[in-house]
């Protein structure tokens, strides 16, 4: 089966710029994350989606962060305006067992963005 | 989810066993200990999971302690490719959200 995809690879912009990251999950899994990798740390979830609704963006700095997941299937995490601290790894991945239910959920992690802001 | 400590980081030699160590002494019933690694530049990826009974896969074998407040992972003989940051998380299988929260993880350096 493909894996997640995410793009793009790398991204460097101005502070105060927009910047957008791509994710597509894999095939038939109704519940997306996203995290951030800020260097030296591991990855902090963002917001998680289950097909098309938000389960839980506690973590999400909503007044320049927004994601979106139309139809279920891809997704968008947009950052405006970007600030200096936002420089991290972006990563995107994906679940095919719904929340709440037992045993592994079948995480799958895409190889991220790295973004860089100057 | 309960909380997990990790050493820091971990050297090995190639060839030989890897064993790392996660205390989670707060865990409760209905938390399992799950383990993901991190290779550099990719994102991480799922190794092994268990609830109270010692588990083996292809990649890896996990021992949890009797009373469920440690577990230790081992890598039966490393390889350079296993050079990697590990991370242990205790995770509530009821959770609503299932999420996955992460902590610093140990950084394996496996040597030639």
């Known amino acids: 089966e493909a894996g997640v995809a995410q793009s793009p690879r790398y991204k460097i912009i101005e502070k105060r710029q927009s910047v957008a990251f791509w994710c597509n999950p894999i095939?038939?899994?109704?519940?997306l994350y996203w995290y951030q990798q800020i260097l030296g740390q591991g990855p902090k979830l963002l917001i998680q989606?289950?097909?098309?609704?938000?389960?839980?963006d506690s973590q999400l700095p909503k007044d320049r962060f927004s994601a979106e997941r139309l139809k279920g299937v891809d997704s968008t995490l947009k950052i405006q305006p970007a600030k200096l601290e936002d420089s991290a790894v972006y990563l995107c991945?994906?679940?095919?067992?719904?929340?709440?239910?037992?045993?592994?959920?079948?995480?799958?992690f895409g190889s991220g963005t790295r973004l860089t802001v100057v | 989810d309960a909380k997990t400590t990790q050493p820091t980081s971990m050297d090995c030699a190639e060839g030989r066993a890897a064993n790392l160590p996660c205390n989670h002494s707060?865990?409760?019933?209905?938390?399992?200990v799950y383990w993901y690694r991190q290779i550099h530049s990719q994102g991480p990826q799922y190794i092994i999971h268990?609830?109270?009974n010692n588990e083996t896969n292809e990649m890896a074998s996990l021992i949890i302690t009797e009373d469920r407040k440690s577990s230790t992972l081992i890598l039966p003989h490393a390889t350079l490719r296993d050079t990697a940051v590990y991370y242990c998380?205790?995770?509530?299988?009821?959770?609503?959200?299932?999420?996955?929260?992460f902590g610093q993880g140990t950084t394996l350096q496996v040597k030639p």
């Open positions: 991945a994906s679940s095919s067992v719904k929340s709440g239910a037992a045993a592994n959920y079948g995480y799958t």
């Open positions: 095939s038939g899994h109704a519940t």
């Open positions: 989606f289950q097909n098309n609704g938000v389960v839980d």
């Open positions: 707060t865990i409760s019933g209905n938390e399992y």
């Open positions: 268990g609830l109270k």
């Open positions: 998380i205790a995770r509530r299988i009821t959770s609503n959200t299932g999420k996955l929260i």
